[in-house]
């Protein structure tokens, strides 16, 4: 069978001579244009665009001012948020209770289980499923909340609430927080935990990630009645424990967790409507009861010390939290089965 002829067509050499130096004229022109095109690009920022991992993570929470309701009360109506985003999306929020004399206990956490970083705390969140803050308040102390502002800078890793920050006003910052947690994160489960307890949190997600028949529950490690008589601990209110023949079942104060509908039901709460005590967890625990919610109780959150199971570690009962927090919680994370062990779940 015949094949079709080849054509060939001889290559022109002065032709050849001709194009040489022109393309290489025309490569050296784009490459000194591309140069400086790659100057100006990196010299100048692109307006309207930031990356994603250098968003900020802090976030400012104020109060509108209703009808009869004064400026400095402690409450207010729904919060306002200032350069925060809205209702992101996680399987648990955990607010770190700190104030303006701890800041020797958020360097001690950032040294252990709580990321110091942005990058690190993405990495957590993705991990677990869990958004973690501090959260404080404000304070007239103007040198006080300019290192807080320093702090903010650096590490990006907070939620300021406006509110007075001080021992007296916990139960109405505890509120506050909840209020403010619900309006930012669209979470199945919202943490409050002290800054002086020793953290697992990929325990802590296992835990919240359990099936659960009840909607409405309050998690944590529950205790009934005066368990402690020293004054100086001032942990309870020895007459609002008794209701009738029953004793007044709460969590220990230092870590607990509310489902989203139980959070929601406090978010709609309106000003002054439930009693609130001198203690956080008495207030919390009183209003648990008004609203019937499942309690349950685990005992891995009130660990005395690191253990294949243990989710949250602090002294009890010597103290509501970690004795001397600062060097224990970095002593403790030198322990492999603090840091390290493998995961196991208690069913409490």
């Not at 015949?2 to 001889?10: A, N």
């Not at 990058?119 to 991990?127: K, V």
Request: hydrophobic letters at 35%; charged letters at 25%.
């Amino acid at each position: 069978m015949p094949t079709s002829p080849k054509f060939f067509y001889p290559r022109q050499p002065w032709l050849s001579q001709i194009r040489k130096p022109a393309v290489s004229i025309c490569c050296f022109v784009f490459g000194v244009a591309g140069f400086f095109f790659g100057l100006i690009a990196i010299s100048r920022p692109i307006r309207g665009y930031r990356c994603r991992d250098l968003e900020p993570r802090s976030v400012s929470v104020a109060w509108e001012i209703g009808n009869g309701h004064l400026p400095g009360q402690p409450l207010g109506n729904d919060p306002v948020f200032v350069n925060g985003p809205k209702r992101h999306k996680v399987m648990g929020f955990v607010g770190i209770q700190t104030g303006f004399g701890s800041t020797g206990r958020r360097r001690s956490l950032r040294k252990t289980w709580m990321p110091s970083d942005q990058e690190g705390l993405q990495r957590l969140e993705e991990a677990t499923g869990l958004a973690f803050r501090f959260v404080i308040g404000r304070t007239s102390d103007q040198s006080k909340m300019s290192e807080l502002r320093k702090e903010v800078a650096e590490y990006d890793d907070f939620m300021l609430l406006d509110i007075e920050e001080e021992y007296s006003n916990l139960p109405h910052k505890t509120l506050a927080f909840f209020k403010a947690a619900y309006r930012l994160f669209d979470s199945e489960f919202y943490v409050k935990a002290d800054d002086d307890i020793y953290l697992r949190p990929d325990r802590l997600s296992l835990l919240l990630a359990k099936e659960r028949s009840h909607p409405l529950t309050y998690l944590g490690c529950m205790k009934k009645g005066p368990v402690f008589t020293d004054p100086k601990l001032k942990w309870y209110e020895p007459h609002s424990y008794l209701l009738g023949r029953e004793y007044f079942i709460h969590a220990y104060g230092p870590i607990y967790a509310l489902s989203v509908d139980v959070v929601a039901s406090l978010v709609a709460l309106r000003n002054n409507s439930f009693r609130m005590f001198s203690n956080e967890d008495v207030t919390i625990g009183s209003w648990m009861l008004a609203m019937n919610v499942d309690h349950e109780d685990n005992r891995a959150l009130c660990a005395p010390d690191c253990s294949e199971s243990s989710i949250a570690v602090w002294d009890i009962p010597a103290c509501s939290g970690l004795c001397n927090p600062e060097e224990k919680l970095v002593t403790l994370h030198q322990r492999d089965i603090c840091s390290s062990n493998p995961t196991l779940v208690s069913n409490g």
